[in-house]
């Protein structure tokens, strides 16, 4: 019996610009809609934001499930949870507007540079990055366990090694998700792919912004 040899037919040029152009194009528009849920959060208590967490962690599951159903409803959840996580990171957000509005800034400025940076790295290489996938993500779990540690025990400069330490596992997944996006095939997955670019650009900005706030 022969072995079946063939290969998957190589994405166009043009494929892949259309899928880079419209999950690119998806990642502004969450970042417009993250930005109006910071907007109309910046008054409300803190206590609101597990509230707007827990629902941005239910569009994202529904985001899963919806992207090779319905790109309609799959659009609709990405801008979902933009604005839900938008409205959860709210009252964090204005609290460096208030007391450092530099920081904020800063931060945005540094995580464009970042992302661009690493997301054409990993764009760029034809090195598989699969392996680095799996690094960042036992990585992450890590640095969470770390951070719930270092709520009941005092570590000197906590809150840098978590940051710096985030930005470097953040790096990793920014060049994984982006090489993801140079090879996928199906332009339905476009509001999953920018729901994890989303993710990284979040997650460096307010490392970030952390950083930058300690002045």
């Known amino acids: 019996m022969k072995e079946n040899t063939t290969a998957l037919p190589a ?8 899928l880079f152009g419209q999950t690119m194009g998806f990642v502004g528009l969450t970042t417009l809609f993250f930005a109006l849920g910071a907007y109309l959060g910046r008054d409300m208590a803190y206590q609101w934001g597990w509230l707007w967490f827990i629902a941005a962690f239910v569009c994202l599951i529904g985001l899963n499930a919806a992207a090779q159903r319905s790109e309609q409803m799959a659009i609709t959840l990405l ?5 839900l996580i938008g409205l ?7 609290y460096y507007a208030s007391t450092n509005p530099q920081a904020v800034w800063q931060a945005g ?17 034809r090195r598989d990055l699969s392996n680095v996938a799996r690094l960042c993500f036992w990585a ?5 366990v770390f951070g719930i ?7 000197p400069n ?3 090694i978590y940051c710096v330490a985030g930005l470097v596992i953040f790096a990793g997944f920014t060049m994984v998700d982006f090489q993801r996006l140079r090879r996928s095939r199906d332009i339905r997955i476009a509001p999953l792919l920018a729901a994890a670019i989303f993710l990284d650009v979040l997650n460096v900005f307010l490392f970030f912004l952390s950083i930058f706030g300690r002045r």
């Not at 400025?109 to 290489?125: E, K, M, P, R, V």
């Not at 270092?150 to 570590?155: E, Q």
């Open 11 to 18: 994405i166009t040029r043009d494929e892949s610009h259309a």
């Open 79 to 83: 801008l979902g949870f933009g604005l």
């Open 88 to 94: 959860a990171t709210a009252p964090t957000i204005a």
């Open 109 to 125: 400025g540094a995580t464009a540079l970042f992302i661009a940076g690493f997301g054409a790295a990993g764009y760029a290489t």
């Open 140 to 144: 992450l779990l890590v640095l969470i």
């Open 149 to 155: 540690i270092t709520i009941f025990v005092r570590i």
């Open 158 to 160: 906590a809150q840098m």
